[in-house]
């Protein structure tokens, strides 16, 4: 079965540069969720998108924006990167509204980035 | 949000089973409780989740406590791959899911 895609698997940049991350959901999943899991710690929420639109947000810097495209793959863009900002970054989907209280969330493999 | 409670850490032998256990003696009439799991180098895996009832599916069982202030996975024969963080969350209709420091649970061959 069709599982959560994430690109780049792996990612190296410098200080001060910028980042764009990608994710594919499930085909039919209309909810995408953002996850960042810093080394040893756990994931953290960062931000969610139903329907192309912002649903939720969580301690998101405000260096960083998302959006979720027509074909409902979201992008995670991240400005003056700091060395704080490494960690795994994962993208998760689902099928449900608003009111997806027991909805399963799948996630990907993750995107590892490195700032230098 | 609902906090939970989790032991750190919780060690078994393969093909026997195992009990986690979650305090969540906080929770709300409409929080639903999940499991995730993560394995090493892996995203999170839903596990199972429940409201009130005893759940049973093909990974795992749920036991909740009747006052809903307590709950148990249970993993009836664990096996080497089951050797993963398990994170029991209070789900109250937002979609977000709130991680919190989970249970490492080792499986000794």
């Known amino acids: 079965a069709a599982g959560v895609i994430q690109s780049p698997r792996h990612l190296i940049k410098e200080k001060r540069e910028t980042a764009t991350l990608k994710c594919y959901p499930i085909?039919?999943?209309?909810?995408v969720y953002w996850y960042q899991q810093g080394p040893g710690q756990d994931p953290q929420f960062l931000i969610s998108?139903?329907?192309?639109?912002?649903?939720d947000k969580g301690s998101i810097p405000d260096r960083f924006s998302a959006q979720q495209f027509s074909d409902y793959h979201s992008e995670l863009n991240m400005s003056s990167l700091e060395l704080g900002d490494s960690a795994l970054y994962f993208c998760?989907?689902?099928?449900?509204?608003?009111?997806?209280?027991?909805?399963?969330?799948?996630f990907g493999p993750g995107t590892r980035l490195t700032v230098l | 949000d609902a906090k939970t409670t989790q032991p750190n850490s919780m060690e078994s032998n393969e093909e026997e089973p195992v009990h986690l256990p979650c305090n969540h003696s906080?929770?709300?009439?409409?929080?639903?409780i999940h499991w995730y799991r993560q394995l090493p180098s892996q995203g999170p895996e839903y596990v199972i989740h429940?409201?009130?009832s005893n759940v049973n599916n093909r990974m795992a069982s749920l036991a909740i406590a009747e006052d809903r202030k307590s709950s148990t996975l249970i993993l009836h024969r664990a096996t080497l791959r089951d050797a993963a963080v398990y994170y029991c969350?209070?789900?109250?209709?937002?979609?977000?899911?709130?991680f919190g420091q989970g249970t490492r649970l080792t499986i000794n061959p």
């Open positions: 998760a989907s689902s099928l449900g509204g608003l009111a997806g209280g027991h909805n399963e969330q799948f």
């Open positions: 085909p039919r999943h209309d909810t």
């Open positions: 998108f139903y329907e192309k639109m912002q649903s």
């Open positions: 906080t929770i709300s009439g409409t929080d639903y």
């Open positions: 429940g409201l009130t």
């Open positions: 969350i209070l789900w109250r209709g937002a979609q977000k899911l709130v």
